[in-house]
């Protein structure tokens, strides 16, 4: 998680750094410019020529330092507004008439990237303490207060102050921002690993206890057994108890979040025919185009296994004598499969109720999956007319942003 943030905060605050390291240059150029233009104005030049040449040398070696919060320690920060405190207290001794005229200080408004330099690193009060001691130092240079000195030092502090809480503001947001999707990450490989509890395990506990109660006699006792477990497993699956696999994380710059490592051969396409063709038989009518009907291979399986839970729901649901029908349609931007039977339907308020007790065959099997791809899931039933699930996925994904109805 610390090394989340931090490639989070860098992502965010880079731009501040580099403009801060502009700033310095500029403002380096303007002061020597100032100093060139006023040259004669000067009783001793050479103590300007030598803090303006000190000033030239310390700003282009210290550069890499003001690059990023990492490089940019206290001990820097420290010598950096010492180097701007010495240049204002220095400015009397340049010119016998500072303190007596309201003219810029030798380092001018250099003076300013030291303070926002302390507001990027520490926030707002690193910025109110540099700004404070740059006000005292302009006081004492020009021996007493005026308005000009007071209305620099004033603007000084205030925008030094503003800037370093907006990045303490910045920097919580995107703590937030690092939290919200390190649990969305760990809720959604929970409901992926649920889903396959499901797919697998529940089922055959539930086969296991209607086998058992059917046979009677000792194996009722073991389907007794396998229905306690399967209430028991469903309650710890709704209850999202269900252990996760370790997000990883991409180091770099602008990177957030990085999903769960998935190897190479998730990218290619598979035919979505070849996966659905194994449920066409006696109870079951498939239907598909007559050219591939291509997916990348993670979405063509998610696909292939919401359509294989939602036939586990026709056999479970709709009775023995229930017939189902597959059908794929192809379209231009996305891929269309309907499961439809024409069992008794589902009563209203029923799939409420089951997600209730822990039944999650249709929010987590179907809609879940559904919605991990982008795409939706609908489900139409009619008491007496069978039941419809129509499932869509978009070829071009949409990331995890889709929803499903």
Request: hydrophobic letters at 50%.
């Amino acid at each position: 998680m610390a090394r989340r943030e931090r490639v989070v905060r860098m992502s965010v605050e880079q731009p501040l750094w580099r403009a801060l390291t502009a700033y310095r240059v500029l403002t380096l150029l303007y002061a020597a410019l100032l100093a060139g233009f006023g040259r004669e104005k000067y009783e001793r030049p050479w103590v300007a020529l030598a803090f303006l040449a000190f000033l030239a040398l310390w700003t282009l070696a210290t550069l890499p330092r003001v690059a990023n919060a990492a490089n940019c320690t206290r001990r820097f920060l420290g010598l950096d507004l010492a180097v701007a405190l010495t240049g204002i207290l220095l400015t009397p001794l340049a010119d016998f008439d500072a303190q007596h005229m309201d003219g810029p200080t030798l380092p001018s408004i250099w003076t300013a990237g030291s303070v926002l330099a302390f507001a990027l690193k520490g926030g707002w009060r690193w910025a109110a303490f540099a700004s404070t001691l740059v006000a005292v130092a302009n006081i004492l240079e020009r021996g007493e207060p005026s308005t000009d000195t007071f209305h620099n030092v004033v603007l000084v502090w205030v925008a030094s102050i503003a800037i370093g809480y907006v990045v303490e503001v910045a920097r919580a947001s995107e703590r937030t921002l690092a939290r919200a999707l390190e649990i969305e990450a760990a809720t959604r490989e929970r409901e992926r690993l649920a889903r396959d509890i499901h797919d697998s395990v529940l089922q055959v506990l539930a086969m296991v206890q209607r086998r058992g109660t059917a046979l009677g006699g000792e194996a009722a006792e073991l389907g007794r057994m396998a229905g306690e477990q399967e209430v028991a497993l469903r309650t710890l699956v709704s209850s999202g108890l269900v252990p996760t696999t370790r997000v990883s994380e991409d180091s770099a710059e602008g990177a957030v979040v990085r999903a769960v490592d998935t190897d190479e051969a998730e990218s290619a396409e598979v035919d979505l025919r070849s996966l659905l063709a194994p449920h066409a038989g006696s109870r079951v009518t498939f239907a598909e185009p007559g050219a591939p009907v291509l997916l990348p291979a993670e979405a063509a399986r998610e696909l292939a296994a919401a359509v294989s839970a939602a036939l586990d729901n026709v056999t479970v649901h709709a009775g023995p004598d229930a017939h189902g029908w597959i059908l794929v349609e192809d379209e231009p931007d996305e891929v269309v499969v309907t499961v439809r039977d024409d069992g008794p339907g589902i009563p209203e308020g029923r799939l409420v109720q089951a997600e209730g007790e822990g039944r999650l065959g249709v929010a987590l099997s179907i809609r879940g999956r559904l919605r991990d791809l982008g795409g939706t899931a609908e489900l139409i039933s009619v008491p007496g007319q069978g039941t419809e699930v129509e499932l869509k996925v978009p070829k071009v994904s949409r990331g995890k942003a889709g929803t499903a109805r």
